[in-house]
């Protein structure tokens, strides 16, 4: 069946620290791939996404490449702010359909 | 656009007790899902309708859960009788599929159960 493994949290940076967080997957077909961001207190909201091999999304300053050949998905940011301080959650969703199999989360906390 | 509306926010109810959960999709949208969030399994997959037609409900965890949508703006979870074990956030979202081509989920707040 399809999985997603991202890395166990918590993960703590000093502001401006560089960040990574690992997801790899696993899927029949060629699913499309999500990382989605939830703040304290609120719902998720989609931070990124690709469709296909290496294509690369970005956002506010995020960015993860698809990599089929290492099924993996890895989140990177350059620089974290305060702000970034949340639990990211890597999904994937599968050709047959659109439902959503989620990571367990990581939660980041960034330190003045 | 008001965003995916759920109610309430938060509920406590005693265990055997019947609970639902109430979602208002983004409207146009024409799928709406139902996921439950638990710090041992994370977020999981219970349910998903499409143009009100439960598609896949493998997620639902045992017959004391069920669901409905009975039009295009409003879904229910119902959980009856409650169990302690129940307590989670229960989010709702919703998308479009439009042209063959798929658009994001947007996740309501959630619910946050607690069964005592």
């Known amino acids: 069946g399809n999985s997603v493994t991202q890395m166990e949290g918590p993960v703590t940076l000093s502001e401006e620290a560089f960040l990574t967080i690992n997801c790899t997957y696993t899927?029949?077909?060629?699913?499309?791939l999500f990382w989605y961001v939830q703040y304290p207190g609120e719902g998720l909201q989609l931070l990124l996404k690709?469709?296909?091999?290496?294509d690369k999304g970005s956002n506010k300053g995020f960015e993860a490449t698809y990599r089929k050949e290492t099924t993996s998905f890895h989140l990177e940011k350059g620089s974290v702010q305060v702000s970034d301080s949340a639990v990211y959650f890597c999904a994937l969703s599968a050709n047959s359909g659109y439902a959503l199999n989620f990571g367990k989360g990581t939660s980041l906390l960034v330190t003045p | 656009d008001a965003g995916v509306i759920q109610s309430p926010r938060h509920e406590v109810t005693e265990m055997g007790q019947e609970v639902t959960l109430r979602c208002k999709p983004i409207s146009g949208h024409d799928y709406l899902f139902w996921y439950r969030q638990t710090m041992m399994r994370g977020l999981e997959l219970l349910i998903y309708f499409n143009n009100n037609v439960p598609i896949d409900d493998s997620g639902m965890p045992e017959d004391r859960f069920s669901a409905k949508m009975p039009n295009a703006s409003f879904s229910t979870l119902k959980i009856q009788p409650s169990e302690p074990r129940d307590s989670a956030v229960y989010f709702c979202?919703?998308?479009?599929?439009?042209?063959?081509?798929?658009?994001?989920?947007?996740f309501g707040p959630g619910t946050r159960l607690t069964v005592t």
């Open positions: 899927a029949t077909g060629y699913p499309s």
């Open positions: 979202a919703s998308s479009l599929r439009s042209g063959g081509k798929w658009y994001e989920q947007y």
């Open positions: 690709a469709t296909k091999a290496d």
